[in-house]
């Protein structure tokens, strides 16, 4: 039995939000790190949260690297989880919207080897 791990794309929308949002904190940060203010280039004031942080750099970098990694993370999982043998579909998370339990994952397996044992006399062990 072969076990295949494969990616299951992202929405093509949901993966250019990430992009973005990926390109805006490494500009927050790099304007952060070396004191500068982006808002003056773009003639617009600069909101108070930007000048708080100025003032607290570490927290603020910190802040904003785990905010906007966690905002990526969610735009770009699926969640899918496909469990199949020999092409056979045997488990689906997308349709589901859940995992098996330990309990149905066995079952299933040894309902497919249950039935590959009856036609073709070859034989999984669990």
């Not at 076990?3 to 993966?15: F, I, Q, R, W």
């Given at each position: 039995?072969?076990?295949?791990?494969?990616?299951?794309?992202?929405?093509?929308?949901?993966?250019?939000?990430?992009?973005?949002l990926s390109i805006i904190k490494m500009i927050l940060l790099v304007c952060l790190l070396f004191g500068q203010n982006p808002f003056i280039l773009l003639n617009m004031p600069t909101p108070r949260v930007y000048l708080w942080a100025l003032q607290n750099k570490m927290y603020a970098c910190l802040m904003i690297f785990f905010l906007s990694n966690s905002l990526e993370s969610?735009?770009?999982?699926?969640?899918?989880?496909?469990?199949?043998?020999?092409?056979?579909?045997l488990w689906s998370k997308l349709e589901t919207n859940r995992l098996p339990s330990?309990?149905?994952?066995?079952?299933?397996?040894?309902?497919f080897s249950t039935n590959i044992d009856s036609n073709n006399n070859v034989r999984m062990n669990i």
């Open positions: 039995m072969a076990v295949v791990g494969e990616v299951y794309s992202p929405p093509s929308l949901k993966t250019f939000l990430a992009r973005i969610y735009l770009i999982s699926t969640g899918a989880f496909e469990i199949t043998v020999d092409d056979v579909p330990s309990n149905e994952f066995i079952q299933m397996l040894q309902t």
